[in-house]
Nanobody, 115 residues
Framework: QVQLVESGGGLVQAGGSLRLSCAAS????????AYWYRQAPVKQRELVAH???????TYIDSVKGRFTISRDNAKDTGHLQMDSLKPEDKAVYYC?????????WGQGTQVTVSS
């Protein structure tokens, strides 16, 4: 069983930065991709960024150039660096990974951006 624990959320002013972390209970990120999703109030959960096990990355258009997804295989931790934050980035952010056709989600971390 894989457990994921997010941290790093909080309240920040528009234009500020936050660095989210996702700690895995096993060495899973080195062999599997990692995803960051977010869910704003009354909106569906959306995929924000993905890093494949080989290292390639993808982002939704609204965060390109502002967010950076990465991972530290030695520490079994994934990261989402968020710069130039906007009020519309406010959401609960979740990390996810997949292994053997199963999905594993963290509990989420709240990000609030004040204008």
């Amino acid at each position: 069983q894989v457990q994921l624990v997010e941290s790093g959320g909080g309240l920040v002013q528009a234009g500020g930065s936050l660095r989210l972390s996702c700690a895995a209970s096993t060495n899973i990120f080195s062999t599997n991709g990692a995803y960051w999703y977010r869910q704003a109030p009354v909106k569906q959960r959306e995929l924000v960024a993905h890093i494949a096990f080989a290292g390639s990355t993808t982002y939704i258009d609204s965060v390109k150039g502002r967010f950076t997804i990465s991972r530290d295989n030695a520490k079994d931790t994934g990261h989402l660096q968020m710069d130039s934050l906007k009020p519309e980035d406010k959401a609960v952010y979740y990390c996810k990974t997949t292994a053997l056709y199963r999905e594993y989600w963290g509990q989420g971390t709240q990000v609030t951006v004040s204008s």
